[in-house]
C-alpha cells in the first residue's frame, strides 16, 4: 500500500513539474491559457494512468513525449495557417492549385516522419506494449475531449470521461 501511495504521490509531483516545464503549453485563439493548461494537466494524468508508468519510465519518457507533442502542434499549427490562407479555390490557378494539392501530400509526410521518429524514441524508453497502449491512450483522451465539447456546444455541460 505504502508502495502505491508513494507512486501515487510521485506522479501527481511529475505532473505538476512537468506543466510548468513545458511552456504552460500553446495556447489557441479562443483558449484561455487556464483551461490549455488544465487541458494538459488532464493528458498527462491520464496517459500515465493508461500506461501505468513506473517513476523511472514517466522520468524518461515525459520530456521525450513533451517535445513531440510541442513539435506536433506547432507543425499542426503552421499547416493549420496554410490552409488558410486559401480563400476561395475557384479563382486560383490550375498551377496553384497543384501547390496547394501538393503542399497537402508535403504536410501529411513531415507529420508522418514526426511520429515515425518519436515512435523510434519511445521504443526505446518504453516496452513495445506500453507504446502500443500509449497510441490509443492518445486517441481515447482526444475521443473523450471531442465528446466533452459537443456536450458543451450542445449545452450539456462537461459530458463523460
Known sequence: MAKKSSLLSFTTFLIIILIFQTGWAQGGPGQSQERQEQMEARRIAFITRELSLTPAEAKEFWPVYNEYHNKRNEMMRKHRAQRQQVNNLDRLSEQELLEIADAEITNMEEMAALRREYHEK?????????????????????????RESRGVQRGGGRGRN
Open 122 to 146: 519511445f521504443k526505446t524508453i518504453l516496452p513495445v506494449k506500453k507504446v502500443i497502449e500509449l497510441y490509443e491512450a492518445e486517441r481515447n483522451f482526444n475521443r473523450n475531449l471531442l
